[in-house]
């Protein structure tokens, strides 16, 4: 199992960008997907969440201006990030959570993420 993000890039203040965070080798379209953000010398932070019966949820900063959704014909997972802001700039990664039914687990499968800055 594999995850790739993709759509990071430098934007200026205000503006938009969509990440997406692909899947091989499982099918996101049923399990809880989230995205995380990490600041150089800042703790990974969560970001935004699509559970496995689609339920979203966001973090104080993305509530408004954040949107989580599946993209199920790309097998993918997006964020789009609107009215972008330089505390926004970071390395954004994807989280699978995916069932293992022989360990009667749950395994997190993390992408390599992708850099987002934002510029004033």
Do not use: H
Not at 1 to 20: D, K, M, N, P, T
Not at 109 to 117: A, N
């Amino acid at each position: 199992v594999q995850l790739v993000e993709s759509g990071g890039g430098l934007v200026q203040a205000g503006g938009s960008l969509r990440l997406s965070c692909v899947a091989s080798g499982t099918r996101l379209s049923r399990n809880s997907i989230s995205w995380y953000r990490q600041s150089p010398g800042k703790q990974r932070e969560l970001v935004a969440t699509i559970s496995s019966v689609d339920r979203t949820d966001y973090s104080t900063p993305a509530k408004g201006r954040f949107t989580i959704s599946r993209d199920n014909a790309k097998n993918a997972v997006d964020l789009y990030m609107n009215s972008l802001q330089p505390e926004d700039t970071a390395v954004y990664y994807c989280k699978a959570d995916l069932y293992d039914p022989g360990a009667d687990r749950y395994d997190e499968i993390w992408g390599q993420g992708t850099l987002v800055t934002v510029s004033l």
